[in-house]
């Protein structure tokens, strides 16, 4: 068991680190995206507060698009197109007469050829948590979306690795992963729409619906809206509502003040628009996609270690992909 967390001795693992953590070629990747992360909260901070109906999630919701672009499509092309050259090369072959276990050198690239978006992912991440802090997101729902990325990350580099190494020609290997990728994501919203929550669970759009569109974002929208009005009221702006005239000449009635410290309800549309149950039982979503992450994860990774073990061995003998099978539909 150790040698799983053994990474100094992984040779798949150091050959990426040398490889990948170059200075001519790290540098200006941390300070692009360190430029990008300071322009999202001076935006957040600066520009969409002074918009007319400025919605507070706006930047941590800028984030999560930015840390998985990062994270999953950055990511996975790599360890596609990485695993794919090793076996076009010849260096997977080498790596089957050592004594080094598949799954070790499965882990080595799992954890190595995506170490760059990964160093990438980090820097993004004291600047989101700095709006999910200052913002209505909370640190809770911050990490919500941590686990589900990460989870989700690692799932979709062990399907990276299964393409890389089952594709015949290295070219194209990681545009192979990014059009499973797109296709696995486009129909997620479809299933999520018509109630069938199985294969979006493995995806970070259930999480993201509750924690961004959920019933107490939608009242925090409501509230921050209501004190944008108040505001204008107290500094004589626009009333959306202006109370009725008298006819006849009569005196104008001043404009009524919004109560203070009232309950806003949410619209009927976001209100309870999260609800999935684990077989009637009220699990946490989070709990509910990490599950369904982690069973993937599982069989996923047992495929990509028979591969590397043999070109010849087919993903699954008949027991695991009975498991396998019996897994997805529970």
Known sequence: MREFFDLANNPMFVRHIRSRLRKSALLPGVVIIAF??????????????????????????????????????????????????????????????????????????????????LILYSITLPFALYLAISGPVGITDFSKLLLVQIGGAIMYYTLAMITGLTTSKARGASGRFVAILALLNIAAPMFFTFGVYGPTLITSTPVFMEVFYGEEQAAARKRNQQKRLQKQQQQGGFNPNPPPQQVGGAKKQPNQPVPQNQPVPADDDD??????????LNVPIVLQSLMFQFGVLTFLFIAASRRIHSARLPLYHKPTALMFLATMSF
Do not use: W
Not at 37 to 47: P, Q, R
Not at 56 to 62: D, E, L, Q
Not at 271 to 280: A, H, L, P, Q, S
């Open 36 to 117: 990008l992360s300071l322009c999202i909260v001076f935006i957040n901070d600066f520009v969409i507060k002074d918009a007319l109906n400025p919605d507070p999630m706006t930047g941590s919701m800028y984030f999560f698009f930015l840390q998985g672009f990062i994270l999953v499509l950055m990511g996975g092309s790599q360890v596609a197109s990485s695993i794919a050259q090793m076996k076009e090369s010849g260096i997977i072959d080498f790596h089957r007469i050592t004594p080094i276990p598949p799954k070790v050198q499965a882990v080595g690239i799992l954890l190595g050829a995506p170490i760059r978006e």
């Open 271 to 280: 209100v309870d628009r999260i609800k999935i149950t684990f077989y009637g």
